[in-house]
Structure formats: structure tokens, C-alpha cells
């Protein structure tokens, strides 16, 4: 599996990093270099070995449908790089 | 009394209860120590009026009542991935300048209701991700330890500043955190001792979460019996974290006795490395020998998925920081990037996320969403955890037949210079060879200081205990403490 210039772009775009298209050569480079470390993955038969899916093997714990915290709108939006009249603001979403 | 910054958790206790220190003087000591050692770049963010306000009150807590916890008015340092009140929480990173949380997290909660005294927030590799402290926005955590005549070392990753400033005397001990190695790798090359528990025994509420399934949090201290002493008060039961274990947590303290006859002590064959340094060899066949004097049965036991453990590792962690870090996009709390006019939404994440984060933070979330990614999923995610499960089984079937636990070398060489230059990403992450199983298997791990190389420089060695005996893992490691006889200080250069 190599990965070529047009499919790193794909990636930087889905995890939403901006990447400027001249850095893109090195950053798929770097990317064939940790996927050719973990194709050695590929050499194990594991087809009849089911995924982990918790490491410690515990049900979770279920509690009351209660309303438990609530009512610290300020504490919500105190680090907020932008907050107006009690509202996270962003750039326009919808045209 | 001598040096109050240089007591053990244990010694300063029973200073403290025999009226011949206060929590006051032992926190204006480590303080002033912390105020010497800029050079170091071990403390991220100071905490000097708070730490005296807490110390007061644990010295009133001390006399009003002799059943104070164990913990109350000692000196300690907290890693900046805990969530700390009103104090700054950046992870060490760009993207979360600024930001202030409102609460605690429960570990470090726990350790303020029994008295302890947080001193400042320590360096550590942004968002937990590196083996050399070097990923920080802060700048490099360093080592105290030097080769003679030689260049500044790493302190080891993630955990740099906490092993750095415990191994300094800044505190008397501090919390990590371990996803990968990242308590036991810094313990090692600092000559202290790191506790990653058992997955499950500390909570994570409130931890800047790097891979959920993986994180754990753990004490670094000078001496094992610390590790038991701190250890008990940051673990146990939290509805807030669904993966917190609801199982009683043991007096560790009492448990060490230091026998361990009959004890079967398992030696894996695949952790004997091509190319492993010599010094690292003979350290663990010590290692191996002062355990069978101590009456210990040395098994030779074999791991055979090991080899693949890392592979896993940096599929499986990636994925989950990719999710948990989708959470940094400047709407909610740290650094938003300044937009340019016509710039909407996604352009703002992805300036903010170009800009926050740093270098191998955004080289991860990339991995991490590439393998999630439709049409790879099920060759890279689903394949890592199935091979996840092969190397859990590996460990069970170890236990299974009678190994109590497992001793290898903690890492594959002693610390290394700072700033080398690392072309290939890759060879960064073998530091967490001998580690990272442990982490996939959610067992507890120690790493003990056991000798020192051709340099001075010191040497860990890594006990594996069963899941939830934390207890019998901290009594066969005090054994190892004890034989080995590690007492040696890094000369002050700073």
C-alpha cells in the first residue's frame, strides 16, 4: 500500500488540518513509512480471532434516567474563543 | 532535618507527624527548587500561591486530627494532561492556550481532598504523544542526568517533566500518565520508579483523553514504597469514567514485605532484542539473578506475538486520537485561528487545527483517520485489535501457568541526546518496544532503577503483574529495589 500525493490531500481535508499542497510530498512520505511498519500486520492468519473489544472484561454500569448536572451555562462558555449573548459563536454555517 | 524537597513521600509523612516538619516548609522548599531549575523546563506552569494556600490548610488538617490521609501536605507535581481547577491545562499544546477548565479531574482530585499539595503543572509531549518530551509547546523537558562531559538528554516521553522534576528534587513526586510507555520509559531514564496500573484502576474523567482504551494514570516516585503511597490515593471507583473499575483498592503499603519466595517470575524470550546494548543485557540477567536470591523461581516463558504489539500499537492508538481529538475545532474552549474574509466554517477548523497542533500530533490524527477510513477499516483497525486480542491471550496464558510476573528491560537503551535528528518517525516509536504490550493487554507494569550503563547513566528494569495485583506487582518490585540498592543522585548542573 503506497500512499500517493492526492490521497494524502484526501486525508489532511477528512481530519480537517490544513495542509499547504507544497508540504504534502514529505507528509506522504512519512505516511509510507509508519503504513510499511504496521503492514507487518498482514503476516498473522487471525481470521478465526474475534477483535478486542475491552481490554478488562466488565459490564457497564447502569445508572437512574436522571437529570444529574445542568444549569452552568457561564462555566460552558467561559473558555470559549468566542461567546455572545450565551451562544458559542462561529463563522456563517448556513447561506 | 536535611533538604526537605529531597524526603521520600514515606519520610516526610512521618516528619510530618512527629512534628518535625510542616507541609509549609516542605512546599517552600521544593518550591525554591522548582525556582533554581528553570534550566530544566521540567515545570510547564507554577503554582506557588496555591500551593502555599493548600499547604496551610494541610497543616491545620494535620494537627486537628492525627488519621490525616497518608498524602496530606505532601509536595507534588501534576502532569499537564490533568485537568486541574482554575489552573492552566494545555496538554502541552498550542491548541489549548488559554484554557482554564472549571473542574478537576478525579486523580488529580483525589489527591487534593487528601491533602496533597500541587506545586505547579509539568512538561510533558503535546497531547501525550512522543518518548522524548520534545513535541511540547512548552520547549524540551531535560534530564538531570548527565553522560560525563556530555550533551543535554532526554528525560523520556510523555511523562518528561514529572520524571525530570522527581528525579531533580522538585517534588517529591508527581503523576504521569502511560498510553505507551509514557510513565515507565521516563521513569527509566531518570532512575526513578513509574506505576502504570491496571486499565481501569485510576479514572480517566478528566484526563485530556489521547487513546481511551489505553490511557491510565500512575504515580512517579523515588521509591517503590512511594508508589504504593501515592498510587492507592489516585485509584478507585468513579461513575463519571464508565471503564473505572468498582473494585476496592488494597493497603499496597502494607503488602511489602518484601518476600517473594515461590514467586515464579516469567522471562520472555522475544523481548531479547537484535542489537540490544550490552549494558541492557547484563542488567536484566541481574536483574533476574537478585530475584532468585531473593527466592523467586526464574522461568523462561515465551510471548510470541510481541513482535507485533508495536504495529498494533500505532494503529490502534492513532484511531482513537483521531476521534478524541476531533474535539479541538476553536469553537469551545483554546486557541480559534484568526479567518481571513470569506472564510467559513471549515476553514476555520482547518486553519485552527493547522495551527494548534504541532507536528507528530497532526502526523497521528492523520494516521489515525486514514486507517478508520472507509475501505481500510477492517485491513488496518479491525486487523490491530484482533492481534490486540492475540497478545492479551499471550499474557493469559502466561498467568495461567503459573507466572507471577514477568521481568524485561524497561526500554532498549538509556536516555538519549535531545534534538537528534529523526528523519523516520518510526524509529522514535521502538523507545516503547518493551512497553506497549502491557498497555494492549491493560495489565499493570512498574519500571524499578536497577543499575546504571558505561556512562552513569541510569537503568530500568520492568516488572508485568497480573491484572488487578498491583499489590503482589509493587511487593516483588520492592524486592528488586531492594537488592539492586539504586541510590544514586544526578550532580546539580542546573
Redesign the interface.
Known amino acids: 500500500m503506497s500512499i500517493d500525493i492526492e490521497t494524502a490531500a484526501r486525508v489532511a481535508k477528512l481530519a480537517r488540518i490544513k495542509v499547504e499542497d507544497e508540504d504534502l510530498p514529505v507528509l506522504a512520505g512519512e505516511f509510507n513509512a509508519i503504513l510499511g511498519f504496521i503492514e507487518q500486520l498482514q503476516q498473522l492468519d487471525i481470521d478465526d480471532v474475534d477483535p478486542m473489544t475491552s481490554v478488562t472484561p466488565m459490564r457497564l454500569k447502569r445508572r437512574a434516567d436522571v437529570v444529574t448536572d445542568g444549569n452552568q451555562q457561564a462555566k460552558v462558555l467561559a473558555n470559549a474563543p468566542d461567546a455572545r449573548e450565551g451562544f458559542f459563536a462561529v463563522p456563517k454555517v448556513v447561506e | 532535618m536535611g533538604d526537605l524537597n529531597k524526603l521520600t513521600i514515606a519520610e516526610a509523612r512521618d516528619a510530618l507527624r512527629k512534628g518535625e516538619t510542616t507541609a509549609v516548609a516542605l512546599t517552600e522548599a521544593c518550591l525554591k527548587a522548582i525556582d533554581s531549575a528553570d534550566a530544566l523546563g521540567a515545570v510547564a506552569h507554577k503554582t506557588p500561591d496555591l500551593a502555599l494556600e493548600r499547604a496551610r490548610a494541610a497543616d491545620e488538617r494535620l494537627q486537628a486530627r492525627e488519621e490525616a490521609p497518608a498524602m496530606c501536605g505532601i509536595p507534588v507535581g501534576i502532569k499537564d494532561l490533568f485537568c486541574t481547577e482554575g489552573v492552566p491545562s494545555q496538554a502541552a499544546s498550542k491548541i489549548l492556550e488559554?484554557?482554564?477548565?472549571?473542574y478537576e479531574s478525579t486523580v488529580s482530585g483525589k489527591l487534593k481532598d487528601a491533602g496533597a499539595v500541587m506545586v505547579g503543572k509539568l512538561n510533558m509531549d503535546e497531547f501525550a504523544m512522543g518518548s522524548s518530551n520534545e513535541t511540547s509547546v512548552y520547549g524540551n523537558a531535560i534530564n538531570p542526568w548527565k553522560a560525563e562531559g556530555g550533551a543535554a538528554l532526554t528525560p523520556g516521553g510523555s511523562s518528561g517533566g514529572s520524571a525530570s522534576a522527581v528525579a531533580a528534587d522538585l517534588c517529591l513526586a508527581a503523576t504521569g500518565t502511560d498510553t505507551g510507555g509514557s510513565i515507565r520509559q521516563p521513569a527509566a531514564f531518570t532512575g526513578i520508579v513509574g506505576l502504570k496500573p491496571?486499565?481501569?484502576r485510576c479514572s480517566r474523567w478528566g484526563i485530556v483523553a489521547f487513546a481511551s482504551?489505553l490511557d491510565q494514570a500512575g504515580p512517579m516516585t523515588r521509591t517503590v514504597r512511594d508508589a504504593a503511597i501515592m498510587g492507592a490515593a489516585m485509584m478507585g471507583h468513579d461513575?463519571k469514567d464508565?471503564?473505572s473499575?468498582?473494585m476496592a483498592v488494597p493497603d499496597f503499603e502494607a503488602m511489602l514485605t518484601g518476600d517473594i519466595r515461590g514467586k515464579v517470575i516469567g522471562i520472555p524470550k522475544e523481548y531479547r532484542m537484535d542489537g540490544m546494548p550490552v549494558a541492557i543485557g547484563k542488567l536484566w540477567s541481574d536483574g533476574a539473578e537478585m530475584l532468585k536470591d531473593a527466592g523467586a523461581e526464574i522461568r523462561d516463558i515465551s510471548l510470541p506475538?510481541t513482535?507485533?504489539a508495536?504495529?498494533?500499537y500505532?494503529?490502534i492508538a492513532p484511531a482513537e486520537a483521531?476521534s478524541n481529538l476531533?474535539r479541538y475545532?476553536?469553537?469551545?474552549?483554546?486557541?480559534?485561528a484568526a479567518?481571513a474574509p470569506g472564510?467559513?466554517?471549515?476553514?476555520?477548523?482547518?486553519?485552527t487545527?493547522?495551527e494548534g497542533?504541532g507536528d507528530e500530533v497532526?502526523?497521528r490524527?492523520?494516521?489515525g483517520?486514514?486507517?478508520l477510513?472507509a475501505g481500510f477499516y477492517d485491513?488496518?483497525y479491525?486487523?490491530?485489535?484482533?492481534?490486540?486480542?492475540?497478545i492479551?491471550r499471550d499474557f493469559d496464558e502466561a498467568f495461567a501457568a503459573g507466572v507471577d510476573s514477568i521481568l524485561t528491560p524497561t526500554t532498549p537503551s538509556a536516555a538519549f541526546a535531545l534534538g537528534r535528528e529523526v528523519s523516520?518517525?518510526?524509529e522514535m516509536?521502538l523507545n516503547d518496544v518493551f512497553t506497549v504490550t502491557v498497555n494492549?493487554?491493560?495489565l499493570p507494569g512498574i519500571s524499578v532503577p536497577v543499575g546504571r550503563d558505561g556512562q552513569g547513566l541510569p537503568l530500568g528494569l520492568q516488572l508485568i503483574g497480573r491484572?488487578w495485583e498491583e499489590g503482589a506487582l509493587l511487593n516483588t518490585a520492592y524486592a528488586l529495589e531492594g537488592a539492586a540498592g539504586f541510590v544514586a543522585k544526578p550532580a546539580k548542573w542546573w
Open positions: 488559554g484554557f482554564r477548565p472549571d491496571t486499565y481501569g482504551s461513575p464508565s471503564t473499575a468498582d506475538h513482535r507485533y508495536l504495529p498494533a500505532y494503529v483521531s476531533a475545532d476553536g469553537v469551545r474552549f483554546g486557541h480559534r479567518l472564510d467559513g466554517i471549515t476553514e476555520m477548523y482547518e486553519k487545527r493547522a497542533f497532526k502526523r490524527v492523520m494516521i483517520t486514514y486507517v477510513s485491513a488496518y479491525n486487523r490491530a485489535r484482533k492481534v490486540r486480542a492475540l492479551k523516520d518517525p518510526v516509536y494492549l493487554a491493560g491484572p
